[in-house]
């Protein structure tokens, strides 16, 4: 993507350390701009997973997209922008100006009626479309790594709720279901049991589950 021209800065959503996420217009379409903060290359873990909290949004996001897995259990994926100007877009991208490197962003879906699963009353009906949505994730050869429901959004919708995990920017991706120093199925284990754990916290506050 290069017609720059055409994006415009709407409000900011979210602010962290790594990124901040505004709401835009693109094309004319309202869509959710996750830009990152590009610092030096980090490199990967010992176990070799990527490092770089932008690398790892974007190649999920592809992966899922190849799958068919965006729109339903994930944000819609549109695509990158790379190597912003943040003198161009000021003051929205004010906090990118001091930077080393350019910032790079992602364009996803934008849900204006979602809210996060924490702020809502929990239900025991939210369990069977969470896990099914994980799953959708898993068959991509994707593990979230951060599988908790404060990255869980919950879409009101004629048909019923939709599901949508959100935040993928420490996620592992699997390229034909295998990975150096790592095992797809373990790590699907691994990950359906913190959100087990975690689900059933929401159902039973004041308990502790393994």
């Known amino acids: 993507m290069n017609k720059l021209q055409d994006l415009v800065f ?47 949004e974007t190649q999920s996001y592809r992966a899922l997209h190849a799958h068919d897995v965006c729109g339903k259990g994930v944000l819609r994926f549109y695509g990158t922008l790379e190597n912003l100007d943040p003198f161009a877009f ?37 369990v069977k479309p969470i896990y099914a949505a994980l799953g959708q994730i898993h068959q991509a050869g994707v593990i979230h790594n951060d599988a908790y429901p404060k990255n869980i959004l919950v879409v009101p919708g004629k048909q019923g709720q939709r599901i949508v995990w959100i935040d993928f920017d420490v996620s592992i991706v699997f390229v034909g279901g295998k990975r150096p120093k790592m095992n797809l199925d373990d790590e699907i284990d691994m990950e359906n049991q913190l959100i087990r754990s975690s689900l059933l916290r929401l159902e039973f506050p004041g308990r502790e589950f393994d």
């Open 90 to 126: 000021e003051p929205h991208l004010q906090y990118f100006t001091d930077d080393k490197y350019l910032p790079c962003a992602i364009l996803l879906e934008w849900l204006p009626d979602a809210r996060p699963l924490g702020d809502l009353e929990w239900s025991p009906q939210l």
């Open 10 to 56: 709407l409000e900011r959503i979210h602010s962290s350390e790594a990124s901040q996420i505004f709401r835009v217009s693109f094309r004319g379409t309202e869509c959710c701009l996750k830009v990152f903060h590009m610092d030096d290359d980090p490199g990967l873990a010992p176990d070799g997973r990527d490092l770089c909290r932008y690398r790892c």
